[in-house]
């Protein structure tokens, strides 16, 4: 089948429609950051650089970190821009763009996000580093694809009842990161459990400014919800949408949260950047490790 030029649309120098980047100009371990400013602080670690550019929000640099090769993405806020950012970085590597035809052969990349995120528990220390074992979507952008094979039911209905879920709302599902980097970046040194991923930064998590929420008891809800001892740990705007994208197209994927706020004890943190720093830190040594 041949994809047709709507569908997979191209630049004029044969480069994926946003993301501006050809195959050869990326590596198969990709961070992914929401800030275009940390690209570039992450890329200043980096003994080489091989390839930069910029189109809107997403920019990409890729070089080499202690002899491997990466390459890191800003891809902008909320789960609508990472729908655009994994399927134009698997078409670059799934798709020959010349024939516009899907490859034989599936390469699978490995996607490792670090961002920033608020806990819901009491005892999520703020400062802390969090890896995202599950995530949920209670955006709905995964019900655009078919994700029954990937979710888990049993988890997501008792989410629901729990929380009296409005009918109104998309389903929320839940995904599993990829077991493979969950040991790889797991440690002593973070905390672990399921992240929900909002589509919005103020009624979406709850935040109440002049405009009453749909639920006001949401977060209370969704802070005391559990399942065979998991419980969910933060909100943020990606990680289920990375998640579920990463396992149906067959690439692996993890999220890294510096937990800069707790909403359950109203604290932020004074030093976040100091924070970032730290865990860009931790990511590029396991990466290397």
Known sequence: MTLKASELILNDDGSVYHLQLKPENIANT???????????????YFDSIEFTTQKREFK????????????????????????????ELDALVNIDLSTRKIKKQITSLNIIRIGTSGALQKDILV?????SEYALDVNGMLQSYKTAKISYPEIENSFIEHVNWSSCKA?????????????????????SGITATAGGFYG????VLRLPLQDEKINEKITTFSFEG????????ETSAIYGLSRLLGHHAISLNA???????GTFSENYKKVVKNLIEYTLQKIVE
């Open 204 to 207: 979406a998590q709850g935040r």
């Open 230 to 237: 998991m419980r969910i740990t933060n909100l943020e705007m």
């Open 127 to 131: 400062n802390s580093f969090l890896v």
């Open 30 to 44: 990709i961070i992914f950051v929401g800030d275009q400013d940390r690209v570039t602080e992450i890329s200043n």
């Open 259 to 265: 937990i800069i706020a707790n909403r359950e004890n």
């Open 171 to 191: 389903h929320p599902t839940l995904i599993k990161s990829s077991n493979i980097l969950y040991k790889k970046f797991v440690s002593k040194q973070t905390v």
């Open 60 to 87: 990409t640099v890729t070089g080499y970190y202690k002899g491997e090769k990466l390459s890191v993405i800003s891809t902008g806020i909320g789960p609508d821009n990472i729908d655009i950012v994994l399927n």
